[in-house]
């Protein structure tokens, strides 16, 4: 019973706590972040990339997995980067020339995995150099296809 108190004494305490915070005009804060990201993708060693319809910023020179990790998109990859299971594998749809080029590691994963094309690249071994736009071959995780 005391538990039961105490967590609803808990949640009326965060109810006042929030309540202050829903009557708030946050359209300068707004703006000061969408300038920030207008500062932050104007920085030449920041990249921005789409990923699976999402607009996401990627540090120059990392690489795809890394991009999508920090970015929140749930990338499958099963072996940590090992080259080993090709879960990462994505299909470029535009900016190839702006991934560096494929490795003789990767290649053979590829290959082992019946996928090589230029089109598909390991996300976890493609570098970023420049805007690309790509789709993941498996769902993401916690996602399942056609939703
Ligand atoms: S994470 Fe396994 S091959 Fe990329």
């Known amino acids: 019973m005391d538990t ?9 305490r965060m109810r006042t706590a929030i309540e202050p915070a829903r009557g708030v005009d946050d359209r ?3 703006n000061a972040f969408a300038s920030r990201l207008k500062q932050v993708a ?22 795809l997995l890394g991009a999508a990790m920090k970015n929140g998109v749930r990338l499958m990859h099963v072996c940590g980067a090992r080259t080993l ?19 003789a ?29 790509v789709e993941p071959v498996f769902p993401l995780c916690g996602e399942l296809p056609g939703r």
């Open 42 to 63: 104007a920085r030449p060693e920041v990249v921005p990339i789409e990923f699976d319809g999402r607009r996401i910023e990627v540090r120059r020179g990392g690489t």
């Open 105 to 133: 590691t990767e290649k053979f994963s590829l290959r082992w995995h019946l996928s090589v094309s230029p089109r598909t690249r390991l996300a976890c071994q493609a570098r970023v150099n420049g805007p690309v736009e």
């Open 85 to 103: 299971c090709a879960t990462c594998r994505v299909v470029v749809e535009s900016g190839e020339e702006n991934l560096t080029a494929m490795s």
């Open 28 to 30: 300068g804060l707004r």
């Open 4 to 12: 039961e108190k105490n967590e609803l004494d808990f949640a009326a």
